[in-house]
């Protein structure tokens, strides 16, 4: 993890919008692009929180990407130690484990050819095509989770 406070680039009321449309359309059945709505503990209310995601699948393992930083997502995610994914009907739970910087590199060049057109704003500059320096740099900032889906 990064040495400074934690990265953490919070969305703008029009990415707040999108982003709530985009979780209703996955609650109901509709995945844009292979997205899906998660729900995690809130590690102060208690309650769930839904927020669109983007599961990544590399190399037979399925992972959540924080492409904004440390989000409130990712320290309920800490928290809770996992939650679920739903698309319309099928709801999977699951469990993770973050993923250590050193291993994220090959991670995060795959999610970043997959949705970079989407979440390029919030790498600083880094794409997939940038330098493994690069990507290495940038890792600390990104959060990764490895899921292990449990039902």
């Known amino acids: 993890m990064s040495t400074s406070s934690p990265y953490y680039l919070q969305g703008s009321p029009m990415a707040i919008r999108l982003n709530s449309v985009i979780g209703w359309l996955a609650r109901h059945g509709f995945s844009l692009a292979g997205t899906a709505e998660m729900s995690v503990r809130g590690r102060k209310s208690g309650q769930m929180q839904r927020i669109p995601v983007n599961p990544h699948t590399y190399e037979g393992g399925q992972y959540l990407v924080s492409a904004r930083g440390h989000s ?7 928290a ?9 009907r099928k709801v999977r739970a699951f469990t993770v484990v973050e993923v250590p910087d050193a291993e994220k590199l090959p991670i995060l060049r795959t999610y970043l050819e997959k ?7 919030y790498f600083k500059g880094v794409t ?10 940038a890792a600390g900032d990104h959060p990764v989770f490895r899921i292990t889906v449990t039902k």
């Open 128 to 137: 997939a095509k940038s330098t493994d320096e690069e990507l290495v740099a």
């Open 72 to 78: 409130q997502w990712v320290r309920n995610m800490r």
């Open 115 to 121: 949705w970079g057109w989407e979440v390029n704003q």
């Open 80 to 88: 809770a130690g996992g939650g679920e994914l739903r698309v319309g």
